[in-house]
Structures are given as structure tokens and as C-alpha cells.
């Protein structure tokens, strides 16, 4: 089973029961604004249900549950690219609003990181953020992302275009 430690949360795979404190997290206009399309508002249970049952198809897993205490308080995932882009995901998080400020982002950003380099064969790893989150930027930063560019008017939210802020890591050369 897929579980990884960090200094402060536990990376853990999602579960049936888990959807209760997903949806009471989730269902978060904070959280939303700053996420695709694909992550609705309100988020009911059909969205929660609908989520851990594509969270948990995959093989290895590319999305697990962020838990305190084994308790659901986010998300973390790669999202697979694919044809030449097939050694490149997006790294994509949210925590519930309740946690925000300790650290939690940060330390999942890097255990996640460290997983998709190790173990899905990763060579880059990429996250797009929206030009009005800067707290995601720093996440990014202080997980070792580069700044790599801004894809200008790349985004169209809630009928609001956006910059697209592009961060990345690659793999360490291999010695
Ligand atoms: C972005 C998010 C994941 C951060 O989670 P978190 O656990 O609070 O993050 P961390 O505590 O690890 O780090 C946040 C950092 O951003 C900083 N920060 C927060 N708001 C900020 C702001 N408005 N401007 C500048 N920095 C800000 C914090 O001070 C902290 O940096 P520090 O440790 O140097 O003080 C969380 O706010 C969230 O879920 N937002 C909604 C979903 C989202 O944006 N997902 C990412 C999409 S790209």
C-alpha cells in the first residue's frame, strides 16, 4: 500500500469512508477558485464518491488522501501526461481552509514530488497557478520549483481570464 510520511501529514490512498471529510473540506469556495473546472462548487457526495472511486482505480496511484490522524484534510495527485509528454505530470493540491499555514502543502508537495520521481517514472514535474495565488507560488518554492515562465491569459475562471504561472521540477541527473 502506497503511504508516505512527511514531517507533519500522512500521504495516505482515499477510501469509501473517506467521503464524509471530503466533501465537508472540499466544499470550499477558497478552495475552487483556485482548482480546474473539473473541481465543482457546491461538491456534493456524488462528486466525493465519483473522486475516490477514480482516485483509487489507479495503478500505482497518483492521488492520495492528505490525512491528520488518518483523517482526510486534502488532496494531492499527479495528473499523467501522455504521448512525448509521458514523463511529465502536474502536481495538483488543496488542503481544507481549517489547516492552511503549517506547513502541510509544503511537506506534500515534496513527498509527492520525491514518489513521482521514484516510482511512476517521472522526468518532470509541473504545476500551473493562477496569477492571483501566491500562496500556492511559494508552496512551489519552498518544494524546489522554478519558476519556468507566464502563460499569459492561459486560464478562464468563474468568466475571468488569468495568467498562468508555470513552475517545475526535473528528476536529478543521474551520477
Ligand atoms: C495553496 C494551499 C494549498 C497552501 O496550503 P498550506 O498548507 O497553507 O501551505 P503551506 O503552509 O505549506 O505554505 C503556504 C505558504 O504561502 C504563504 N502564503 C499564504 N498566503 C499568501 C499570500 N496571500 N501571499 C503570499 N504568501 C502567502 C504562507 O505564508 C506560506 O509561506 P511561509 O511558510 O514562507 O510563511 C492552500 O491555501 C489551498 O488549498 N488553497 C486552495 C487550493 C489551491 O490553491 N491549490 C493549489 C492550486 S495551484
Not at 490512498?13 to 465537508?24: G, K, Y
Not at 456534493?44 to 500505482?60: K, V, Y
Not at 497557478?129 to 524546489?144: F, I, M, Q, T
Request: proline content about 5%; aromatic content about 10%; cysteine-free.
Amino acid at each position: 500500500m502506497t503511504v508516505l510520511h512527511t514531517p507533519s501529514v500522512t500521504l495516505r490512498p482515499w477510501r469509501a469512508t473517506d467521503a464524509d471529510a471530503l466533501i465537508q473540506h472540499a466544499n470550499d469556495r477558497r478552495i475552487s477558485k483556485n482548482l480546474r473546472d473539473r473541481f465543482p462548487h457546491p461538491y456534493g457526495r456524488a462528486d466525493a464518491e465519483g473522486w475516490i472511486a477514480f482516485a483509487t482505480s489507479q495503478a500505482p496511484l497518483r492521488y492520495l488522501a492528505l490525512t491528520l490522524n488518518d483523517e482526510p484534510i486534502g488532496s494531492v495527485g499527479l495528473d499523467a501526461f501522455d504521448d512525448v509528454h509521458r514523463h511529465t505530470a502536474e502536481l495538483g493540491y488543496w488542503i481544507g481552509a481549517a489547516h492552511w499555514g503549517r506547513g502541510y502543502a509544503t511537506d506534500a508537495a515534496i513527498a509527492m514530488t520525491a514518489y513521482g520521481f521514484a516510482e511512476l517514472g517521472l522526468e518532470r514535474i509541473q504545476a500551473g497557478v493562477y496569477d492571483w495565488n501566491p500562496g500556492s507560488e511559494r508552496v512551489l518554492v519552498k518544494a524546489g520549483f522554478q519558476l519556468e515562465g507566464r502563460l499569459r491569459r492561459h486560464a478562464f475562471k468563474d468568466g475571468v481570464f488569468g495568467d498562468v504561472l508555470m513552475y517545475a521540477t526535473v528528476r536529478a541527473p543521474r551520477v
